[in-house]
């Protein structure tokens, strides 16, 4: 691409091998520059040939494809067409669907973003946009040519199998695709096991069911025996539905497969159970687990209330994260007090768990604790002289916080207060791992599927799709895999709950609680795969 561009650049036009347009707008154009991972901030001038407008100053950034100027922010995914500028383009048989035929608008405008932050003041700045996912008018496959392979890696959460039937669904109903690969056990399963044949009739009644269709497993992640079996299957959409760490594989795949220059779309479908995916609304299964557990505490409730000076714990999912344990708790109204990874606590002392437990059982005669899988983890190792030890994800393995903290509570009452207490410990994690997802996940988990499908065969890879403020856009896997989505302990969730357990915040000083919450909020994860 020929342009012209003033004398003060940071990069020079050679460091660009191609110019892929993002977006336009009356005041600028915004420029992907492909297979160098560079940040464009453009400004524009008139006259440049093809379009009106000229380039008068070039800026490059080390970040995965944002494209900025001083206002306006697209972080944008990549495109089939940047590594192979040659690759024709089809008419996209929507257009003669006749479940599309009523649509008043069937495919989505190439300038139409979803913005990052609705709550804006007066002054400020446009912010961060994404691409809006849905159908293009044009595609880069053929029907007849796509062989598309789906799997699904990491542990288990309700809803695998109803994205699974609807990409599948999906890729054959609206487009046509009849070649479709199951690969089984999850990244491994790329060279090392056989593949299974997926039709609808096959996937028809998976949803129903809890798990994973094609089986799942922990680590396995080689990039270059998985591009190579790509390769040798003549696969060409590769659809990966995972957690961070499988992201980031991902993330490798579509990197590689750029660097061979083969035609295959990358695409990624966000799971994790514990809602800790960035950017995303939220994740996939998380309604289905909190109602869940809903359950759980109702049962640890009801045995609590029958006895006398009943304790109660209720162990939910959330390694870093504690979403599910606060969700549920502001959903449930019997529990008194919740625990999360993101809150520090101390058991002695005044302000501490004990002191609070002692207060509610005076009170009530009953206490109910919701404990999140992570929280406390400092806390248990310190006492246990716990050596930290990693599974095949390179996830930390977490001790368990649930029969440590009944014992230590019973401990505590029995000998130093002379008080008889009733433990009920319940950990109801696998029960709710396992179950099918619920209604309004399924229809989540439906928009996920068909969203990645329209996204792959318009040509977009190496991107992941997800709900941003209740609208589903592409977004690059480098977003959602480079921090954590956390619990806000300054936020007004947190707050909420606080006004709703009236549990106390173990952190009385505000400066204190402040720092924790950066410290806690700006997570930083290391690469796991």
Not at 106 to 123: C, G, R, S
Request: neutral net charge.
């Amino acid at each position: 691409m020929n342009f012209g561009v003033s004398s003060s650049m940071d990069v020079a036009a050679t460091s660009i091998p191609s110019l892929h347009f993002s977006f336009k707008s009356s005041a600028a154009i915004l420029l992907q520059a492909p297979r160098c991972r560079n940040v464009c901030s453009v400004s524009l001038f008139s006259g440049f040939r093809r379009f009106g407008l000229r380039i008068i100053s070039v800026k490059a950034e080390q970040y995965s494809s944002r494209v900025t100027d001083d206002d306006f922010i697209i972080e944008d995914v990549p495109h089939l067409t940047d590594f192979l500028p040659d690759l024709p383009s089809y008419q996209n048989p929507l257009k003669n669907s006749q479940a599309y035929a009523i649509v008043k608008e069937t495919f989505v405008k190439p300038e139409d973003v979803v913005a990052q932050k609705i709550v804006v003041t007066k002054d400020s700045t446009r912010g961060v946009h994404f691409r809006r996912a849905g159908p293009r008018e044009k595609v880069y496959f053929k029907p007849d040519e796509v062989r598309a392979c789906v799997v699904t890696c990491g542990g288990l959460c309700p809803g695998i199998n109803t994205v699974v039937r609807e990409i599948v669904c999906g890729l054959n109903y609206m487009y046509g695709v009849n070649d479709i690969l199951g690969i089984e056990g999850g990244y491994r399963g790329f060279y090392s096991k056989n593949t299974l044949t997926l039709t609808p009739k096959v996937v028809n009644n998976i949803h129903k069911h809890g798990g994973t269709y094609l089986r799942t497993s922990r680590g396995g992640h080689d990039t270059n025996k998985i591009v190579d079996n790509i390769q040798d299957r003549g696969i060409n959409q590769v659809y990966i539905i995972g957690g961070d760490g499988t992201q980031r594989g991902a993330a490798l795949i579509y990197q590689e497969i750029a660097k061979r220059g083969l035609q295959v779309a990358v695409a990624g479908i966000p799971k994790t159970i514990d809602n800790d995916i960035a950017v995303i609304d939220k994740s996939f299964g998380f309604d289905t687990a909190v109602e869940e557990a809903q359950r759980a505490i109702n049962a640890a409730h009801v045995e609590v209330e029958s006895v006398d000076n009943g304790v109660g714990i209720v162990k939910l999912m959330g390694r870093y994260s504690g979403f599910i344990a606060t969700i549920a708790t502001l959903a449930s109204r019997d529990v008194d007090c919740c625990l999360i990874p993101e809150s520090p606590f101390y058991l002695e002392g005044t302000g501490g768990l004990f002191e609070f437990i002692e207060q509610r059982l005076k009170e009530n005669g009953h206490i109910v604790i919701v404990l999140a899988e992570g929280a406390g983890q400092d806390f248990i190792a310190r006492d246990m002289h716990a050596a930290e030890e990693k599974d095949a994800s390179g996830n930390r393995l977490l001790l368990d916080v649930g029969p440590w903290l009944s014992q230590k509570i019973k401990d505590h009452f029995t000998k130093v207060q002379k008080m008889a207490v009733n433990m009920k410990y319940i950990d109801p994690t696998y029960m709710i791992r396992a179950i099918p997802s619920n209604a309004s996940d399924n229809v989540y988990c439906t928009l996920l599927a068909q969203s990645a499908v329209h996204g792959a065969m318009a040509g977009y890879t190496g991107f992941t799709v997800g709900p941003v403020n209740s609208r589903h856009a592409y977004i690059p896997i480098a977003r959602v895999t480079e921090t954590q989505n956390t619990v806000e302990l300054t936020g007004r969730m947190w707050a909420r709950l606080l006004a709703s357990t009236n549990q106390p915040s173990f952190l009385t000083d505000s400066e204190a609680l402040k720092e924790k919450a950066a410290d806690i909020n700006n997570v930083d994860i290391s690469a796991q795969i």
